[in-house]
């Protein structure tokens, strides 16, 4: 069982950075791929960034390409991401996922989210 705990979301307006954390625990955190999701009012959860799990490797959704920035830290369990040149429409809730695939099955945990909201 992994817990998974968002900070570091708030106000910020256009154009403004903000800077997420997901702190995990109970489990081994480098065994795991992390990504980050997010959910506008109204509208269905969607992929934001994916971090491999020896952070390695990323990939974006084309919407946040060249703003956002995933990176991790094994040694603190922690995976993060930057978020520069935001605009209105990253508002949203912003959940980050740890995923592990064992042969025969998958582990995925969700946290609870931390609200980000860009407005002027």
């Known amino acids: 069982q992994v817990q998974l705990v968002e900070s570091g979301g708030g106000l910020v307006q256009p154009g403004g950075s903000l800077r997420l954390s997901c702190a995990a625990s109970?489990?081994?955190?480098?065994?795991?791929?992390m990504s980050w999701y997010r959910q506008a009012p109204g509208k269905e959860r969607e992929f934001v960034a994916v971090?491999?799990?020896?952070?390695?490797?990323?990939n974006y959704a084309d919407s946040v390409k060249g703003r956002f920035t995933i990176s991790r830290d094994n040694a603190k369990n922690t995976v993060n991401l930057q978020m520069d040149s935001m605009k209105f429409e990253d508002t949203g809730a912003y959940y980050c996922?740890?995923?592990?695939?064992?042969?025969?099955?998958?582990?995925?945990?969700w946290g609870r989210g931390t609200q980000v909201t860009v407005s002027s």
């Open positions: 109970g489990a081994t955190f480098s065994n795991y791929v």
């Open positions: 971090i491999t799990s020896a952070g390695d490797s990323t």
């Open positions: 996922k740890a995923r592990r695939v064992v042969p025969g099955w998958a582990y995925e945990y």
